[in-house]
């Protein structure tokens, strides 16, 4: 039941991340009508993967603030990184799968130019080739764990980059496609964007203007909240029209706690399905006070309406 519960919001997360829907063998079309009806992940992809040819011109771009970017080509990655096989439990595979790639803490220092700490106290936004954009925390990013892969060991036949179709939509998740080794480390918390063209450290806020709690004071409950909500919540909802689609907006017309009570509000949070069948992940992981944090920035947002909707 949870497993289930947990692959349809997966399945959910990745509406926005409609890249480039892999050319499939012999159909030559994109777009899902050209997807095999089921998700087998490694045998029927194979041969297709392996013949494809690389996407050309494979390169990720390292940007701070969307400006000083930095192209590095998938060559210099591989040379440099300590490229090697890992195993990963893949949620959007649904199976466990084999990846070429580097850790993403080497793939940020050769992008950066240089040791990565300073990503810690920063938001960095995932840039798909799409222009979907998936925020994370920095310190998140840091952890050990991560890697930057760029091809299914599975199916590569030795012959990288290639990989299998992802997901629903299988879609073709090149050039880069970031996982996690650790358990825990699952894509509620943790960032897996695939079809990624771009690592952008920034603040949220540049991205999502209306979001912040402005005003409020250094330590005070609402900004611990609005931390929680950007690396936990922000990929699936948006706040006064900033963020993501997949849920519903959690301040306009009316903010969250205006219709319904606090106690209500931080049970739903930690565990949705105790009231409906939902496409919301639990987040049993959040104590009480976390929980009481996001109720206080919520307080504070909806004292800080901006609704796009209005007058429009
Ligand atoms: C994977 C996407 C996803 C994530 C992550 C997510 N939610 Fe949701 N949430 C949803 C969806 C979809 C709904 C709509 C109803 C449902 O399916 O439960 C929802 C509903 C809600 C509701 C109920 C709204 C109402 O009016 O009934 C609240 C409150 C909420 N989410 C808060 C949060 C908070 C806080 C976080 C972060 C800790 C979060 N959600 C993370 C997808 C998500």
Request: aromatic content about 8%.
């Amino acid at each position: 039941m949870r497993s289930m519960r947990l692959a349809v919001a997966l399945g959910a997360i990745s509406v926005g991340l409609a890249c480039a829907p892999r050319a499939w063998a012999g159909s030559g079309e994109s777009g899902p009508a050209a997807a095999p009806p089921s998700a087998a992940p490694a045998a029927p992809g194979a041969s297709a993967a392996a013949t494809d040819p690389a996407p050309t011109g494979t390169v990720l771009r390292f940007s701070r603030a969307g400006s000083s970017a930095r192209e590095v080509d998938l060559a210099t990655l591989r040379a440099r990184c300590g490229e090697r096989v890992v195993t990963v439990e893949d949620p959007y595979y649904g199976t466990r799968k084999n990846f070429r790639g580097c850790p993403l803490r080497e793939a940020l220092r050769i992008g950066f130019g240089e040791d990565p700490s300073w990503l810690a106290g920063r938001d960095v936004v995932f840039r798909a080739t799409d222009g979907y954009a998936k925020p994370s925390s920095g310190s998140r990013v840091l952890e050990d764990g991560g890697f930057l892969v760029f091809s299914d060991a599975d199916v590569d036949g030795g012959r990288a980059p290639a990989f299998a179709p992802i997901d629903r939509k299988q879609i073709d998740p090149a050039p880069f496609y970031v996982v996690w080794t650790k358990p825990g480390q699952d894509p509620h918390r943790f960032p897996w964007p695939y079809c990624l063209g771009e690592i952008d450290v920034r603040q949220v806020t540049d991205l999502y203007p209306h979001v912040a709690p402005v005003g409020e004071e250094a330590g005070s409950p609402a900004l611990a909240g609005f931390e929680t909500f950007k690396s936990d919540c922000i990929a699936c909802h948006a706040i006064n029209g900033e963020g993501g689609r997949i849920g519903p907006d959690l301040n306009v017309p009316r903010s969250i706690v205006e219709y319904r009570p606090v106690d209500q509000v931080k049970e739903y949070v930690r565990n949705p399905a105790s009231f409906r069948y939902s496409n919301m992940p639990a987040h049993e992981y959040l104590d009480d006070r976390r929980l009481d944090e996001l109720v206080a920035y919520f307080r504070a947002m909806s004292r800080r309406k901006h609704d796009p909707g209005k007058g429009s």
